[in-house]
Structures are given as structure tokens and as C-alpha cells.
């Protein structure tokens, strides 16, 4: 369907408005002006800041750079969280743009993971896609293609390049015939204020009854406090690609339309603005 | 400690165990691929909120491996988690028979 295809390209080409800024105890041999970026929301923050990171060198010394770092007010972001995730978990209901510290010192061990060059990007996102692929076909869609499909896949993303990521994806969106969706639903919810990292569990797109599973019904399973009671004041926001998606959803449409490159479905809780 | 070993069949001595937290553990079957030095003892049972990098610290000091070399860990023999993820989600995810399977490697097994 046309409008179907439509919401790919804006998923895909959504992009973030975003102000980088060094952190005011590094060592600067000049004034660090702020680098202004549109950041892909589809993306990976160390794949899309080389700029920022050349940009911030330029006023410092060699020996005072070590490796890169991001951070918004005051919680470090983790490099392998998609962009758009992050963004709608800790900033979506503050003004834009988003404002994100920059470091090149004091590496937060425990908070994040290292990522020394491309190929640990490419290793995560690949995978990604290998465990949601696990989901959804018990692996079969990716182990019957190639290393050169697997490649294209994290070529299309690496270079925002629509048409040669989803000539792949589209396999890996798919289904038998007899089926009415994918196995498993290959999702994650998170929010900032638990402990946990995120839920991840099993779920089928279709009940017991043949009827598809909404997004109120995979709430209702895995994180029932994230609903509305019926007469209670709405006290979070669900958010996925910066909107919410009616509760009325059909997984199986989310998973197919709203999932990340990576082929999980990124789901935000996050507390309703007061105002 | 990061892992235990898992409960011994019945009718042997019984093991007096450290004081449990409330935490709930998850059993993990450790399989090695390829050359990898086998685990003399391949079942343990470990906290769901354990990571796999907590797991391959683990498996390293076990083997006797240098810090500096690699170990993967893969699930389902298809992918490798990530170093951050909890065992707890991935046997949620892809346990079976009541534990989770996990493939050790010191190279690249499947990608």
C-alpha cells in the first residue's frame, strides 16, 4: 500500500536537530565553538559524528584526545542505542535543539561500552538483526542469505541509503503465506526510570483466537503500568520514532513499518508532559 | 561469585551454599566451539541480571585465558549478544528445556 510505504521513508529520514558541546574541563588550546548536526534518528551516534569529533580535535591537543564520549544532562549515552532511541527516552519533551555534551577524557567504564572503529558498529547492528531475525523466523530469512545481503544491509545504513537497505529488509519482513505474521515480535521497551535496562520477552503478533495482538495488548503482558487505568489520568507517553502509536496497533504492522534498521521495535516509556 | 555450579543430581553430599540473594538465577548449559578449551563443568546456575561480559569475565578466569585474549559467546549458534545484555532476557528469549544454551569461542564462529 502506498501510505504503508510512506511511513518507511519517514521512519528511515527522520532526522534530529542536534548541538554538540565540549565539555568545559577539557583542555582547549582555543575556544570550542558548538557544532551544529542533523542527526539521523535511524543511526548510531559514532557512526554519524565524525565531523563532531574532527570538528572538537581542531582545538585541542593530540595527547588530550582519547576516545570520544557523548552525554546529555549528565547521563552518558550509550553509543549502541539507536539515536532516535535515545533521543525520545531522555530528551523528547525538552526544546530542541537537543544539546549534547561532548568528552574525550574520563571514559565512563561502566556506563558504556568502548567502540574503537567502525567494525564494532557493523558487528553490533549485524547482531541486531541476527537475534530479531532468531524472533520473528528462527533465523531462517538470515541464514539463507548472503554475506554480500548481510553486507548491504549495514552499507544501506552506513550510507542512508533507503533503496539498497530495504531490497534487503524486505526479506526479513516477510512471512509464510500461512501464516498470519512473524513468529516472535522482536521488541524492546525501556525506561528511565527503572533499574532494569530494557523488556525484552516473548510475544506472538496473533492470539490463541486468530486476532493480532495490538500495542496495548503487548503492554498489558510485559509492562501493564504503562497503561491508562480506565478512569485514571494519563501519566506516561509510549513513544516509538517520536510519535505514539494508538494503542490499537497491530504489532505485526509496527514491527513491519516502525522497527529500527536493526529490526527491533525501540519502545519509549516516558512520563506525559505536565504541560 | 559470578556463576554457580548447578545443583548436584540426588542422593549425593549435600553442598553448603553461600547465602542466596532474593535475586531469581537462571540455569546456563556452556558449550565451547571449535578448539576452545572445554569447561570441565559445563552447567551453571547464575543471576538473571548477570551480563554476558560478566559471564565471559568469568569463563576467561575459569579457562585460565589471558584478559587480553577474546572470547564470543553466542545464543542459538547465531548470534552473539551484546557485552552489556542480561542472561536473564536471553534465556526469557531463547531458553529451552529450562536453561539457556551458550556457545564459547576464542574465535569468530558465526559472524
Redesign the interface.
Request: glycine share 4%; proline share 8%.
Given at each position: 500500500m502506498t501510505d504503508d510505504k510512506d511511513v518507511l521513508r519517514d521512519v528511515w529520514f527522520g532526522r534530529i536537530p542536534t548541538c554538540f558541546m565540549l565539555y568545559q574541563d577539557e583542555i582547549t588550546e582555543r575556544e570550542a565553538e558548538p557544532y551544529y548536526l542533523l542527526l539521523p534518528r535511524i543511526s548510531y551516534l559514532t557512526l554519524v559524528t565524525d565531523k563532531v569529533k574532527k570538528h572538537f580535535q581542531k582545538v585541542m591537543r593530540q595527547e588530550d584526545v582519547t576516545e570520544i564520549w557523548f552525554e546529555y544532562e549528565g547521563t552518558p549515552l550509550k553509543w549502541?542505542f539507536p539515536i532516535g532511541l535515545l533521543f525520545d527516552l531522555h530528551a523528547s519533551n525538552t526544546a530542541l535543539p537537543w544539546n549534547i555534551t561532548v568528552h574525550f577524557k574520563n571514559f565512563p567504564e561502566k556506563d558504556l561500552?568502548h567502540c574503537p572503529s567502525k567494525d564494532v558498529i557493523e558487528?553490533?547492528f549485524?547482531?541486531?538483526v541476527?537475534?530479531a531475525d532468531?524472533?520473528k523466523h528462527k533465523?531462517q530469512v538470515?541464514?539463507e542469505m548472503q554475506k554480500k545481503d548481510?553486507k548491504q544491509l549495514w552499507m544501506g545504513l552506513q550510507n542512508d541509503k533507503f533503496d539498497q537497505f530495504w531490497a534487503i529488509n524486505r526479506k526479513l519482513m516477510e512471512y509464510p503465506p500461512e501464516d498470519s505474521g512473524f513468529r516472535?515480535i522482536p521488541f524492546r521497551i525501556y525506561q528511565v526510570t527503572t533499574e532494569?535496562?530494557?523488556i525484552?520477552?516473548?510475544f506472538r503478533p496473533v492470539a490463541a483466537n486468530g486476532q493480532l495482538n495490538t500495542l496495548g495488548d503487548l503492554l498489558k503482558e510485559v509492562c501493564p503500568a504503562a497503561i491508562t487505568p480506565e478512569d485514571g489520568e494519563k501519566k506516561n507517553q509510549v513513544m516509538v520514532h517520536g510519535i505514539e502509536p494508538m494503542l490499537e496497533t497491530p504489532v505485526q504492522w509496527l514491527s513491519e513499518h516502525m522497527s529500527y534498521p536493526d529490526n527491533f521495535l525501540h519502545i519509549s516509556i516516558i512520563p506525559q508532559p505536565t504541560d | 561469585g559470578v556463576a554457580e555450579p548447578a545443583p548436584p543430581p540426588a542422593g549425593s553430599p549435600v553442598i553448603e551454599e553461600p547465602p542466596e540473594d532474593t535475586k531469581k538465577k537462571i540455569d546456563v548449559l556452556l558449550k565451547a566451539v571449535g578448539d576452545t578449551p572445554i569447561m570441565k563443568n559445563k552447567k551453571w546456575t547464575v543471576e538473571r541480571t548477570r551480563t554476558i561480559q560478566g559471564l565471559v569475565d568469568f569463563i576467561k578466569k575459569f579457562l585460565k585465558l589471558v584478559a587480553s585474549e577474546q572470547l564470543f559467546i553466542y545464543v542459538n549458534q547465531s548470534f552473539a549478544p551484546s557485552p552489556d545484555q542480561e542472561v536473564g532476557t536471553l534465556y526469557e528469549c531463547f531458553g529451552s528445556d529450562g536453561k539457556l544454551v551458550l556457545h564459547y569461542c576464542k574465535s569468530q564462529a558465526w559472524g
Amino acid at each position: 500500500m502506498t501510505d504503508d510505504k510512506d511511513v518507511l521513508r519517514d521512519v528511515w529520514f527522520g532526522r534530529i536537530p542536534t548541538c554538540f558541546m565540549l565539555y568545559q574541563d577539557e583542555i582547549t588550546e582555543r575556544e570550542a565553538e558548538p557544532y551544529y548536526l542533523l542527526l539521523p534518528r535511524i543511526s548510531y551516534l559514532t557512526l554519524v559524528t565524525d565531523k563532531v569529533k574532527k570538528h572538537f580535535q581542531k582545538v585541542m591537543r593530540q595527547e588530550d584526545v582519547t576516545e570520544i564520549w557523548f552525554e546529555y544532562e549528565g547521563t552518558p549515552l550509550k553509543w549502541h542505542f539507536p539515536i532516535g532511541l535515545l533521543f525520545d527516552l531522555h530528551a523528547s519533551n525538552t526544546a530542541l535543539p537537543w544539546n549534547i555534551t561532548v568528552h574525550f577524557k574520563n571514559f565512563p567504564e561502566k556506563d558504556l561500552l568502548h567502540c574503537p572503529s567502525k567494525d564494532v558498529i557493523e558487528a553490533h547492528f549485524m547482531a541486531c538483526v541476527k537475534e530479531a531475525d532468531a524472533l520473528k523466523h528462527k533465523s531462517q530469512v538470515i541464514n539463507e542469505m548472503q554475506k554480500k545481503d548481510h553486507k548491504q544491509l549495514w552499507m544501506g545504513l552506513q550510507n542512508d541509503k533507503f533503496d539498497q537497505f530495504w531490497a534487503i529488509n524486505r526479506k526479513l519482513m516477510e512471512y509464510p503465506p500461512e501464516d498470519s505474521g512473524f513468529r516472535y515480535i522482536p521488541f524492546r521497551i525501556y525506561q528511565v526510570t527503572t533499574e532494569r535496562p530494557f523488556i525484552q520477552k516473548l510475544f506472538r503478533p496473533v492470539a490463541a483466537n486468530g486476532q493480532l495482538n495490538t500495542l496495548g495488548d503487548l503492554l498489558k503482558e510485559v509492562c501493564p503500568a504503562a497503561i491508562t487505568p480506565e478512569d485514571g489520568e494519563k501519566k506516561n507517553q509510549v513513544m516509538v520514532h517520536g510519535i505514539e502509536p494508538m494503542l490499537e496497533t497491530p504489532v505485526q504492522w509496527l514491527s513491519e513499518h516502525m522497527s529500527y534498521p536493526d529490526n527491533f521495535l525501540h519502545i519509549s516509556i516516558i512520563p506525559q508532559p505536565t504541560d | 561469585g559470578v556463576a554457580e555450579p548447578a545443583p548436584p543430581p540426588a542422593g549425593s553430599p549435600v553442598i553448603e551454599e553461600p547465602p542466596e540473594d532474593t535475586k531469581k538465577k537462571i540455569d546456563v548449559l556452556l558449550k565451547a566451539v571449535g578448539d576452545t578449551p572445554i569447561m570441565k563443568n559445563k552447567k551453571w546456575t547464575v543471576e538473571r541480571t548477570r551480563t554476558i561480559q560478566g559471564l565471559v569475565d568469568f569463563i576467561k578466569k575459569f579457562l585460565k585465558l589471558v584478559a587480553s585474549e577474546q572470547l564470543f559467546i553466542y545464543v542459538n549458534q547465531s548470534f552473539a549478544p551484546s557485552p552489556d545484555q542480561e542472561v536473564g532476557t536471553l534465556y526469557e528469549c531463547f531458553g529451552s528445556d529450562g536453561k539457556l544454551v551458550l556457545h564459547y569461542c576464542k574465535s569468530q564462529a558465526w559472524g
